[in-house]
């Protein structure tokens, strides 16, 4: 598996950090021998629509297995304060560039 | 723009990335109750049409009962189409819109959101002129509740509607 995945940002929900159009290079493999920690912006699945990705902040690591993630825009976002803490396997990767438009 | 992210276009046009960050919606921020609340008066207004559509009798002839029939399931049609509009919209308002701290401001919001999707309901599946009153009550409670989120008063006014039932406007100062 190549570790890199390419991602292209749709919405507004990481403003300021990341906007619509900006492309995002994905490490899949950063998870693999550490854990997430909060801080690092991610891409992961979305909890309820699992052929949807979201790219977000990791706000706190709520447990062995799963984060708490939350957007930079948090007015903007759908994110854990919704749908609550989310399982480490959702977690796509890191962002590992980002290319701003 | 940087180099990186012309390389990443192009190789985009060519196998288009996937998308992060796309739930089903923009978001755009764009909500208002006022569409939920027109169909809300659409379905009591064809509850009335229903019940006052004259019925036609045993010796009228075939065409005055096929004229009965085609405006009786525009009505019904009309009617089913705006009940389960009020229920789209609430469920965006709903889904998309109130946040979290909304609710810690208005904890009676989930219960006033279930009465409305449950009334709407029934006044979709019946003919049935309570529910529908019940529909708009709750959807106004609604409107109510979304304007006050932001930070606007409302006014509770007859309808300029031919169901000449109550609505709720936002007051703009």
């Known amino acids: ?101 | 723009m940087s180099v990186l992210h012309s390389i990443l276009r192009t190789m985009d046009r060519m196998f288009p990335a996937r998308v992060a960050d796309a739930h089903c919606d923009i978001p755009c921020g764009i909500y208002d109750p006022h569409h939920a609340q027109m169909a809300a008066h659409t379905v009591i207004r064809m509850v009335g049409l229903i019940n006052d559509l004259p019925k036609p009798g045993p010796n009228d002839p075939p065409e005055k009962r096929q004229e009965y029939e085609a405006k009786l399931a525009r009505y019904i049609a009309t009617k089913e189409q705006h009940a389960e509009l009020v229920k789209h919209e609430i469920r965006i308002l709903w889904g998309d819109y109130f946040k979290p701290e909304h609710v810690q401001q208005f904890p009676q919001l989930h219960d006033l959101v279930w009465k409305a999707l449950k009334a709407g309901s029934k006044a979709r599946q019946e003919v049935n002129l309570q529910a529908a009153e019940d529909l708009l009550k709750a959807t106004n409670e609604i409107a109510t509740t979304f304007w006050k989120t932001k930070g606007l008063d409302t006014v509770t006014v007859k309808a300029p509607y031919p169901t000449e039932r109550m609505t709720v406007y936002p007051k703009f100062h």
């Open chain 1, 1 to 101: 598996m190549f570790p890199l995945s390419r991602f292209r940002v749709a919405d507004d929900s990481m403003r300021p950090t990341l906007l619509p159009g900006d492309y995002v290079l994905v490490n899949r493999w950063a998870f693999r021998r550490r854990a997430p920690v909060a801080g690092e912006i991610v891409v992961l699945r979305h909890p309820h629509n699992s052929s949807h990705f979201l790219v977000k902040r990791i706000a706190s690591v709520a447990g062995p297995d799963t984060v708490f993630v939350v957007g930079d825009n948090e007015a903007r976002s759908e994110d854990s304060r919704q749908f609550g803490p989310v399982a480490r396997g959702l977690i796509v990767g890191k962002v590992w560039v980002a290319a701003m438009r």
